[in-house]
């Protein structure tokens, strides 16, 4: 059965209904009917408001489902990754080792040692695209230690200083006093690859600064609850990244350049997602892209699930 529909009452409609009451009564209805209005529009409010949230519960299931389908795709994609990239690694080393004898064989040969030192490039690019997927696949088994931010700063910046230098790339960093737990190893590797990815995207920019920054604040998370959180955020003042895109550059192997494994945004998702984290990416204040790693302040809860635990000196620091 349908529910009866709500219907609004006029004061006026006492006239019609009721033609004998008194003055008082007919006050008396006038109130009641103005009460009546007046809880009818509370329902309305309410059930718009239940809708809405409702509406945004589902976009949060969707999200937490999507991001646990691209973590279980990722990793089943790693193992088969690391299974081929073994057996491609042992018959290229020969080809490496063996066009390097050629070279040295074809010395005062030019036609010749051109064209040894072409497969001598190739099969190096080849070794590192290889070494791309073993770092894509290997395990991210955590070993959690109490890290600040300037420490990874400074990481990230030794990794990257050569492509910075190169690509006459400023760079610019912020909120160096935050400490928190992680992986201090793998998380700058997640950093360089961001700084990289940024410094690549702003190659046809005139102004070419890259911005590392660190904070803590209350973030919402893909399950809708509001919680402490590290933010770490690298973002550029090149063309943005599009909204048609930003669903794909985690995948493996998704490239829009012209070289690249297409593989270092998606070892940055597996390492965020090993942390318990997660990536954002948005656009920078100024233009540009700006993606984010978040974490918890500790990874206690996910250092346990992987077998790991912090020390007492670890938890002391993170808690100063």
Do not use: Y
């Not at 004998?20 to 009546?36: I, K, M, P, Q, T």
């Not at 005062?108 to 040692?113: A, D, R, T, V």
């Amino acid at each position: 059965m349908s529910a009866l529909p709500l219907t609004t009452l006029h004061p006026d409609d006492a006239s019609i209904s009721a033609p004998n009451l008194s003055l008082a009564g007919v006050s008396d209805f006038a109130e009641l009917v103005a009460a009546f209005n007046e809880a009818t529009q509370r329902l309305q409010l309410t059930h718009a408001a239940l809708q809405s949230e409702v509406s945004s519960l589902k976009a949060d299931l969707a999200e937490s489902n999507e991001r646990l389908r691209r973590s279980r795709s990722l990793a089943a994609l790693g193992e088969m990754a690391a299974g081929i990239a073994h057996e491609i690694r042992n018959p290229l080393g020969a080809i490496v080792l063996h066009a390097e004898m050629l070279c040295e064989d074809l010395q005062g040969k030019s036609g010749s040692l051109a064209s040894a030192e072409k497969i001598t490039r190739a099969a190096e690019r080849l070794n590192r695209i290889v070494g791309d997927v073993l770092s894509f696949a290997r395990d991210t088994r955590l070993s959690p230690v109490a890290i600040d931010a300037g420490d990874l700063f400074n990481m990230t910046i030794a990794d990257c200083e050569e492509v910075l230098l190169s690509s006459d790339t400023t760079l610019e960093r912020t909120g160096e006093s935050v400490v928190f737990a992680a992986d201090a190893a793998l998380l700058a590797q997640a950093m360089s690859n961001l700084v990289r990815n940024a410094t690549e995207a702003m190659r046809n920019c005139s102004t070419r600064v890259v911005r590392i920054a660190a904070c803590r604040e209350k973030r919402r998370w893909s399950d809708g609850v509001r919680r402490e959180t590290v933010v770490l955020s690298v973002e550029d003042t090149g063309p943005g990244i599009p909204l048609a895109l930003r669903d794909s550059i985690f995948n493996p192997f998704f490239t829009t350049r012209e070289e690249g494994t297409g593989l270092g945004l998606a070892i940055v998702h597996r390492i965020a997602d090993a942390h318990g984290g997660q990536v954002c990416v948005t656009d920078a204040p100024g233009g540009g892209a700006r993606i984010e790693l978040l974490l918890l302040p500790n990874t206690q809860a996910r250092a346990v699930a992987e077998g790991v635990s912090l020390d007492a000196a670890v938890q002391r620091r993170i808690s100063q």
